[in-house]
């Protein structure tokens, strides 16, 4: 089967229940926790060792209204008593058909913006950390 | 999808026809592209400048451009025209688009109007943004 570039229109994003948006774009950080343990012995060469992964999504898209899923936020993680429960589930990050990365994340920041001006549209960004394992699935071979 | 954005544009134009609008000063008078040869002024053309695809992960939004041209009477002066631009102006800002198969259009002017000669007539050129997600 030949390589395919991934490009153009495509992909999708299911952010965690209860934080809504209409998703333009995503993005994933994989950090694997590098601890530099550069010793006498290395002879001078630097030494890494990774320690553990941690996982950071963003999500974009417009700010939307007029429907029962379209809050933001969901409105107990923001009541007057702070609701972190609220703020964590699943999440799928989809970048082709078949190609994915999901786990179980936890939104850990969220903007929104809006401008007077016309052709603008609200933007919301919601910023995610994996609880736990990330499951890769990239189908080769589809 | 952009026979269906014309529809609605048209639709919005000439949403209002009770007497003392937009459309009552122009009689009706609303063409896509061009007016007839004999036309009779006043009145207005549109046309459908820009409509690209518009992705997001939930499908094909619209954000596309129209512009609509008011032709008036040169005899009758500018100001004339002008009325009928602001009638324009004052009915169609943020007013509802209905494109099918896309919910919550909406209508913005980004230009609300440049004025020049064109022959025998006065031109108000307008654009408008609309914007609708599938």
Redesign the interface.
């Known amino acids: 089967m030949a390589t395919k570039n991934i490009t153009g ?1 495509g ?3 299911t952010t965690v229940t209860g934080f809504n948006g ?3 774009e995503w993005s994933l950080a994989f950090d694997f926790g590098a601890v530099d343990v550069t010793a006498f012995d290395d002879n001078g060469w630097n030494n890494t060792d990774l320690t553990s992964c941690k996982v950071t999504g963003t999500a974009t ?2 700010l939307q209204y ?1 429907d029962t899923n379209a809050t933001p936020l969901p409105a107990a993680f923001v009541a007057s008593t702070f609701a972190p429960a609220s703020g964590a589930g699943s999440a799928t990050f ?1 970048a082709q058909t078949g190609c994915t990365v999901a786990g179980t994340f936890a939104v850990t920041s969220s903007n929104m913006a809006r401008s007077a001006k ?2 603008t ?1 609200g933007s919301v960004s919601h910023t995610l950390e994996n609880q736990g394992a990330v499951t890769l699935t990239w189908d080769e071979t589809a | 999808m952009s026979q269906a954005l014309t529809e609605g544009v048209y639709g919005a134009l000439t949403a209002d026809q009770s007497a003392g609008t937009f459309y009552d000063d122009l009689s009706g008078r609303i063409y896509e592209l061009a007016a007839p040869e004999d036309a009779a002024l006043p009145h207005a053309v549109f046309n459908l400048v820009t409509d690209p ?1 518009d ?4 499908g ?2 619209i ?1 596309a451009t129209v512009q609509i041209d008011l032709y008036g009477e040169r005899r009758l002066g500018a100001a004339a025209l002008g009325d009928i631009q602001a009638k324009l102006l004052a009915e169609l800002q943020g007013a509802a688009v209905t494109v099918a198969g896309f919910i ?1 259009g909406v209508f ?3 230009e609300r109007g440049q004025r020049s000669i064109d022959g025998g007539a006065h031109r108000i050129t307008l654009e408008a ?1 609309i ?1 609708a ?1 599938a």
């Open positions: 229109p992909g999708g994003f209409r998703y333009e898209g417009i007029d989809t016309a052709g549209k | 695809p992705e997001t992960f939930s094909d939004d954000e919550g913005m002017f980004t943004l914007q997600n």
